[in-house]
């Protein structure tokens, strides 16, 4: 098989060679654990504090309110039912949006069920969060308002400058899940002024299996995980020591090279658009187009569904040797019969939803690798288009053979 | 998570386009839940499936179904055809994953909606 062409980063990345490396001593010989008070334990103690004054470093925090966790699932878990937890006597109150991951969306539909109220705010057509929304659904009882930092689908960046300001002045905890961002263009905690913020490894180069909960001090939460006393009797459970060690070396990288990956990536993702939209008749594009992350591209593409894009696309033929991974919002993949939910949040009917395909670059992509890509997408649209009853039939008409507003399948949907 | 057959279909699909002057269309699914498929056939004087194609909009599972069912169906009387269940198409691509049995397995119907309107027309005439 020719050499792959991984464009679905921001699922996953490829744990970095030299991160890899940094880990290898605390998965081997070196397996002391850092809560032990020999001296053999006390190295991975180091180690770990080390991990933690550079991930502080990367987000602008002190290394004191960094907390290790086991990915951004598990710290946006425990800042939403931490904080509803420990202030539960103040108000049972949470504000977020529609466009959020479902690791936020999930632990507020489990508070809902168990008495509390969420307030989920619209996104405009772009996925942004307009502040005075915020501020609006701000009442006595709030207690967290949480808003992701940047779209994991549409790789649109909210205005969390501007909500924080507002949180703050109303005396309401900000947390931002960050997993989409950091690594990928400049967090800092103090400059986005949140009091919560998660991360993720893998999603820069870094180890699967570990993240962090930044938490601002004095903010009350209370655990998710109960048992020891590791991480301040706020986190249980014996570090991921070689995890850990690898975030920080992730974090170290990721710092050093971030600037230029900005200015690089963002050439390519426009690069990506442009030519998209020059080669391809009938196509949207997801997001705004320039408060976006600068590895996403996302766009829709009429009269075709994505599961079979991101099929044809990963098998390769005689004529496109090389494999490109993408994904898709289609309901195809979500292993539900709904299209993306971010999506549907934008406003865009079901079935651009379930023709849409994201590309997310990585810092080992290149011109060459997109152009690739690019040429294998136009090809399979072709073919795919080509065998659509629907595609350039009109797109009042559905499939009753009826025309216009009324028909069967809009009273259906 | 696919078979190598579905795989085969989905790649090299048989019998995809529109049949000429068809003597029956059927068409099942819609947009707004991502699968779309048209099924036309010609029937000859013994009334048999003289021959049937397809377009398809949908997941690959989709795409495959609808051609496996067209080449089953060709050559076969239309009372045969309409007895071509889903769990036939999916049984002769070596299984279809569970999700996709009941909102991408739609293509046997749309060869019974395709027989229907044959028959309708004919009654007709």
């Known amino acids: 098989m020719d050499k792959a062409i991984f464009f679905d980063n921001a699922a996953t990345t490829r744990t970095d060679p030299e991160v890899l490396e940094s880990m290898k001593e605390w998965q081997g010989d070196n397996f002391g654990s850092p809560a032990t008070l020999y001296a053999f334990g006390s190295q991975a103690k180091q180690a770990i504090e080390q991990a933690r004054q550079q991930l502080a470093d990367l987000i602008g925090a002190d290394q004191k309110d960094i907390f290790f966790t086991s990915g951004a699932t598990e ?11 420990a202030l539960a006597e103040k108000g049972r109150h949470i504000i977020t949006d529609q466009a959020e991951h479902h690791s936020i969306l999930m632990p507020c539909r489990y508070l809902e069920k168990k008495g509390w109220e969420i307030t989920y705010l619209p996104v405009d057509a772009y996925g942004l969060v307009n502040p005075s929304d915020v501020e609006q659904a701000i009442r006595e009882d709030t207690v967290l308002v949480s808003i992701v930092h940047a779209n ?15 949180t703050r002045e109303k005396g309401v905890y900000l947390h931002v899940n960050a997993a989409q961002s950091v690594g990928h263009i400049p967090v800092d905690v103090t400059a986005l002024s949140c009091d919560l913020l998660s991360l993720s490894g893998h999603k820069f180069y870094g180890p699967k299996g570990v993240g962090a909960l930044y938490i601002r001090r004095g903010v009350r939460i209370d655990p998710l995980l109960h048992g020891g006393g590791q991480e301040k009797k706020r986190r249980a459970g014996t570090h991921n020591v070689p995890g850990i060690v690898g975030l920080g070396k992730a974090a170290v990288m990721a710092r050093k090279n971030l600037d230029a990956e900005i200015e690089r990536l963002s050439a390519l993702r426009d690069h990506i658009i442009e030519q998209l939209e020059k080669n391809m008749d009938d196509i949207r594009l997801n997001g705004h187009r320039t408060h976006r992350l600068p590895n996403n591209v996302n766009i829709s593409i009429e009269g075709i569904e994505g599961e079979s894009i991101m099929l044809s696309l990963s098998y390769p033929t005689a004529e496109n040797a090389r494999p490109v991974f993408i ?20 406003g865009l009917p079901a079935e651009l939803a379930h023709g849409s395909v994201r590309f997310s670059l990585s810092r080992h992509d290149t011109r060459e690798d997109a152009d690739y890509a690019l040429k294998a997408l136009f090809e399979v649209a072709d073919r795919l288009r080509s065998m659509s009853p629907v595609y350039k039939r009109g797109a009042k008409q559905c499939a009753t053979g009826k025309s216009g507003e009324g028909c069967d399948c809009e009273a259906a949907s | 998570m696919y078979t190598e057959q579905v795989m085969d279909h989905f790649q090299n699909p048989r019998n995809m386009g529109e049949v000429e002057k068809p003597d029956g269309v059927g068409e099942v699914g819609n947009p707004q839940c991502g699968d779309v498929m048209r099924i036309t056939i010609k029937v000859d ?40 269940t889903k769990k036939a198409v999916a049984e002769a691509l070596g299984g279809l994953p569970p999700q996709k049995m009941h909102c991408s397995n739609l293509a046997s119907d749309g060869l019974k909606k395709a027989i229907e309107d044959y028959r309708s027309r004919h009654k007709d005439k």
């Open chain 1, 152 to 166: 994991h689908e549409i790789g649109t960046i909210q205005p969390i400058e501007e909500i924080a300001s507002i």
């Open chain 1, 327 to 346: 994904s898709t919002g289609s309901a195809c993949v979500s292993g539900t019969l709904e299209p993306s939910h971010i999506l549907l949040a934008l």
């Open chain 1, 75 to 85: 710290s946006n878990n425990w800042a939403i039912k931490g904080v509803a937890e």
């Open chain 2, 45 to 84: 004087d013994d009334e048999r499936i003289e021959d049937v194609k397809f377009k398809t909009l949908g997941c690959g599972a989709a795409i495959a179904t609808s051609s496996m069912v067209t080449e089953m169906a060709k050559g076969k009387t239309l009372q045969e055809a309409e007895e071509i």
